[in-house]
């Protein structure tokens, strides 16, 4: 569908929960290779990131989020429906990054990025200081990492 596509994990691997966008964008690598995407680490530095989103056609950014849900529940959408949301909505797909979904959505926009960006947001627990996701997270890593490989095979390629 697609022809540039990147598969772009965020996170902070120190805030114990935080760090499920990269863990997950390692999970994909690891076990769904696929040589038509790019898959990326960028960690907390998603300044960066909005440079590099020119370069692809479709990005899906795997991250963790704070949206009121079940932990682990996997919520994939389009960052153009984050503008449509109330305020009190968005509020609650906060992030702990530079850029919060709601400033890269305004950014794409301010820099006129023709990239399609998706959004994979896991909810997470805890935040705190520590290097390893809490336990009710870890249950769910295969389950978020199917959910999201079916999504860019149904959507993406």
């Given amino acids: 569908m697609f022809k540039k596509i990147a598969v772009i994990g965020l996170g902070n691997s120190l805030r114990r929960d935080d760090g499920i966008g990269v863990i997950i964008l390692e999970c994909l690598f690891n076990s769904y290779k696929d040589q038509r995407i790019d898959y990326l680490n960028f960690g907390i530095a998603s300044f960066d990131l909005m440079h590099r989103l020119q370069d692809y056609d479709a990005a899906l950014l795997i991250d963790g989020i704070d949206a009121g849900l079940l932990i682990g529940e996997l919520k994939i959408f389009d960052l153009e429906e984050i503008s449509s949301k109330r305020e009190d909505e968005q509020k609650m797909m906060v992030s702990s990054h530079e850029l919060n979904l709601k ?6 926009r301010k820099l006129e990025l023709k990239t399609k960006i998706y959004v994979a947001g896991i909810q997470v627990q805890d935040v705190s200081f520590g290097e390893s996701l809490s336990d009710q997270l ?13 999504f860019i095979q149904e959507r993406l390629l």
């Fill in 138 to 150: 870890k249950e769910k890593i295969g389950v978020i990492v199917e959910g999201i490989n079916r």
């Fill in 103 to 108: 400033d890269i959505f305004r950014l794409s």
